[in-house]
């Protein structure tokens, strides 16, 4: 038997989504629902798998397993599509479904990316034997960091080359013919005028042994990549048989709300429960050391009733307080902790002559403000648990839970659902901990959702950050020397941590911390260094990462050292990047189609560059002051260089997607904490845009030769910048302070 060939598993099938736009067959049916977890791909009657991440049917439905959760960035498209490109596939017959856990579905470039950042650069492969390397670290699958393409791009493209090869030498062997000759097109393989559908060829095709090479398809065949296809998810989405983690539904269930106490080392100290159980619907109340649940016939009845429970806890240690961030990051600006992210040429020298500008620029705590909050839906029968979550990682949920309930990892099935905005929020286990523990108690299914209080109180956030700048201009007006002291918490260790709970790693400077923070310029000199700053409150996984704050930071320097130099910011930038191509052509296509003119003083203009995760992004920015001295913006056009592009209509919904998330960090956002607990704690709390306060926005997508990146957390560095730019050119005050406001300008 082949290595490709798959034992076949019985699965309990509902449905599998089928793509193909109106009028092709819209929902022929969804994922296969639930399914056995295993090391390998899970086949029902009539399906043969070829390889880990493609399944095909007699009946011709091409079911791809999809390790990344689908977010709304179109991973549960995009993968699929470059599969079904590279086999030839009818996109009308293809269908997705969540992959298992396993290693063929690992998040390699995640995984590389956690060696670099948590082992010692000069360990090597035997570096996992200084610190905790978990020894299940290899079946991480994370959807995090705009790495879903980049990390499996290529492993798609030859699972669908591999597939058709071997789908043409079935046909060859009944054609008594060479299958090099043959053409897959459109879910067939074709010789002249003979041609044999895939489905009643994948049971033969799996037997035989794959070609040392495999041609690259016809020139005549239909291809999918570069082509905006229909998304595979909106079908189900529009007519609300789509699958969110508060859909799920179970018989005897029950529904939880759970409140903790602050972050940090809070334990519950009292509640009433008389008063909550006296409540119609209250059907238990449960207690932890940490956390107090009460158990509903409906979640409204179960938070209600939490609300009622008045539960008073104990926090032991320092608690997150506004005040004290903020002086603990000046602190560290004058004399915390360093870590070199750059250091080239004798920058503290140059600096200490003439013709040196400086500024100090600080963001706050960001929350995620995800639509959907946390929550997961828990059975346990026997000795098996099984868990219905939206989460970015299966690996996390699945490990976190077996080792709170105490059972082995395999008798602990994981089901992913659809996300409703993750952003790095919903890497967090503890909600199906917590619902795997309650329904431990009750012996029957539970729900637990968390509320919109405890998730915005235990939301790890986007860290706070304060930066101190200069520069020195040389006479022919660039840059001499260039020095960024920023001052953060360990993002890096957090990162590290999230995605690997069992890993030890120390807290303190480090230049991941301060990803970002390079610029992209020809400067001679050089220096870039993390502050370590110990805030007390623990920072988190959040969409692009540091480089929202990083990119504030040396975007809006680099418009005032234009301005000092008396050079508009688009030459001024231009001439300093001949060594980054990519960011002078995104920044020359965002001013062309925004028609950048910077001392026309008809419209207030604002521009930014930024790489991130290999995607470059130019924004231009417009802005007007209304009367009430609020900052309106107007329009805003972006330029995107994310390689080569496999869907461009998913591309562009993903940028303007991260404009709109950035525009709230740039003019609304901002998190308080007061006595341990954040003060905004209410989705309006956090200023999101409502649909009245979206720009109009503009999106190019270049011709590129780069490698295919990521972009869910491209667009979102370079906004905040771009419009503190447009700002100063609207008010003549140069704001350095996140969010915006024109009356806090300098």
Known sequence: MSLLSKPKIAVDRRALLIGGGVGAGLLLAWSVWPREQSMNLAVGEGETALGAFLKIGTDNRITVAVPQAEMGQGVWTV????????????????????APIGPAYANELLLRRLEEMALPGWAGPAGRLLRSWPEDARLLQATVGSSSIPAFHDSFARAGQVARALLCRAAAERWNTDWRELQARSGFVVNGAERIAFGALAEDAAGFDLPPEIPAPHPSTPRLVGRSVPRLDTPAKLDGSARFGADVRLPNMVYASVRSGPPGDSRLVSADEKAAKALRGVVKVIRDDRWIAVVGESWWAANRALNVLKPRFETRGRLADSAVIGKTLQNALDDGPSADAANTGDAEKLLGGKNVISASYDVPMLAHGSPETPGATVRISGDRCEIWAATQSATLVRNAVASAIGFPTEAVVVYPTLVGG?????????PAVQAALIARQMKRPVQLVWSRFEDSVHDAMRPPAMARMRAALTPDKTIAAWEALIAAPDYRTAFVRALLPGVSIDKGANADSIEGAVPPYDIPALKVAHRYADTGAEPGVWRSGMHSATAFFTECFIDELAAASGLDPLSFRIRMLRSKPRHAEALKTAAGIGGFAPFAGEVAQGLAVHETAGAVVAVLAEVSINKDQ??????????????????????RQQIEGGIIFALNGAVAGGITWSKGLAQQTALGDMGPPRMADAPEITVQIMESDAPPAGVSGAAVPPVAPAIANAVHAATGRRVRRLPLAVSGGA
């Open 79 to 98: 993968l699929p599509q470059i599969l079904a490109d590279a086999l030839g596939a009818n996109w009308s017959m293809v269908g997705v479904e969540p």
């Open 422 to 430: 993750g952003f790095g929020r919903l890497l967090d286990p503890r």
């Open 630 to 651: 609020g900052i309106d913006v107007d329009r805003i056009f972006c330029a995107v260089d994310c390689g080569r592009v496999v869907n461009p209509d998913l591309v």
